[in-house]
């Protein structure tokens, strides 16, 4: 079966109307899937696959890659085949000199197009649906620009995340929590686990600024203040496996604001890793085994966050745009109590109102984390098919 027919190049090679970006021509998160730059991309894509499952051994990479395409390539062959039967109805039609015959033809043919419509549908959304693993992130809060009001919406977004997590049927462990005086926290981290955890939480990272006027200020005049949100990969322990003698642990009673449960056992855990001088402490919980496991889980994640950082500064870039310097220019979500509204500044955001509503943490959140997610799962899309077009015509522009 020829590709050529699902794939049909039109003098790609000599058009540069098909090296302009997609997105831009595509703005609703779709693809014209007639485009021969698509086309082309879909032709690498079915290559790729076969040269994948051809091998005899993969390497981890190659298999969660053949994994991915797949799905793609399932639904590319469906089109091809539907594509042949719609060619070869074409056909009879013309030898066919019958009319009750062509119009039983005509009818054949509708309901392949019919199938045709719904299979594109289905790729569309294979390309573009994002998919969720079942993994967990270390998510740190912290107030910023603002003061005290800071402080105080710190500990409200923590509560949102807390609620939402239970919305979802995620786990959660309180990791650190830096009480204020007046309520709210200077700092407080939590560990997220669960399915989809990794993809959706990831969408709340960044600086988030909120309008109010404060209870603790007369003259009712609008505060402004931010709060920096940073989203950390936790890492399982085979993939970062912390030998004992690299550990030290010590333990006390927990004391101080930060404690959420001061007792007179030696609940709180100390752990500090001797190679690289990194300590956590956890203090949250009642029990010293549960308090030690979580402060070793997030010894993990914070010993992996600097390993990649060594590796790549790309990640010391990415958390930096996280978090930024707290300034309350940088944003990524604005919350205007005197306006009852809510705007995120990205992709696949936008605005809407119930802000009480959306700081329970329910289904509103819930829609615009997967919003942002699909924005993000389009544009990671978009620029694979772009990346390998330029490299595509800049290796035929090399061979000619």
């Not at 090296?19 to 693809?31: E, F, H, S, T, W």
């Not at 890793?273 to 994640?301: D, F, M, Y």
């Not at 300034?327 to 979500?333: P, T, V």
Request: hydrophobic residues 35%; contains cysteine; neutral net charge.
């Amino acid at each position: 079966m020829s590709l050529s027919r699902l794939l049909i190049l039109k003098s790609f090679m000599n058009s540069e109307r098909h090296l302009l970006l997609i997105n831009k021509r595509y703005a609703q998160n779709a693809v014209n899937l007639s485009d021969p730059a698509i086309q082309t991309y879909f032709k690498h894509l079915m290559l790729e696959h076969e040269q994948l499952h051809s091998k005899a051994r993969r390497t981890t990479y190659e298999m969660g890659r053949l994994n991915e395409i797949k799905p793609i390539i399932d639904v590319l062959k469906q089109r091809i085949a539907l594509y042949d039967s719609i060619e070869s109805l074409k056909e009879l039609n013309k030898k066919e000199g019958d009319t009750e015959m062509k119009k039983m033809i005509k009818e054949e043919a509708a309901i392949y197009l019919k199938r045709m419509t719904e299979i594109d549908g289905e790729l569309q959304s294979i390309l573009f649906e994002p998919s969720y693993s079942n993994g967990g992130v270390l998510l740190e809060v912290t107030a910023g620009a603002g003061g005290q009001e800071a402080m105080l919406f710190a500990m409200e977004l923590f509560e949102l995340y807390m609620s939402h997590a239970k919305y979802k049927g995620w786990e959660v462990d309180i990791a650190s929590y830096e009480k204020t005086e007046l309520g709210g926290v200077r700092k407080a981290s939590m560990l997220i686990q669960g399915v989809g955890v990794p993809e959706l939480m990831r969408m709340e990272a960044g600086v988030h600024r909120v309008q109010r006027i404060p209870t603790t200020e007369k003259g009712g005049r609008i505060h402004t203040s931010t709060v920096s949100v940073a989203v950390l990969p936790q890492p399982t322990e085979v993939e970062l496996n912390i030998p004992d003698r690299d550990i030290s642990i010590e333990t006390k009673r927990a004391s101080g604001a930060g404690g959420q449960h001061v007792n007179t056992t030696d609940s709180a855990v100390r752990i500090t890793h001797t190679p690289t001088g990194t300590v956590v402490e956890c203090q949250e919980g009642r029990s010293q085994i549960k308090n030690k496991q979580i402060a070793l889980q997030k010894l993990r994640t914070l010993l992996l966050e600097k390993q990649l950082q060594e590796q790549s500064s790309k990640i010391n870039s990415e958390r930096k745009s996280q978090v930024g310097s707290g300034n309350r220019n940088e944003k990524i979500r604005t919350y205007n109590y005197p306006q009852d509204r809510i705007t995120e500044h990205r992709e696949g955001g936008g605005t809407f109102h119930n802000l009480k509503g959306f700081m329970e943490g329910g289904e509103q959140l819930e829609q615009l984390q997967e919003s942002l997610l699909k924005q993000h799962r389009y544009q990671i899309v978009i620029e694979e098919i772009n990346d390998f077009i330029k490299k595509y015509k800049a290796e035929k522009t090399g061979n000619s």
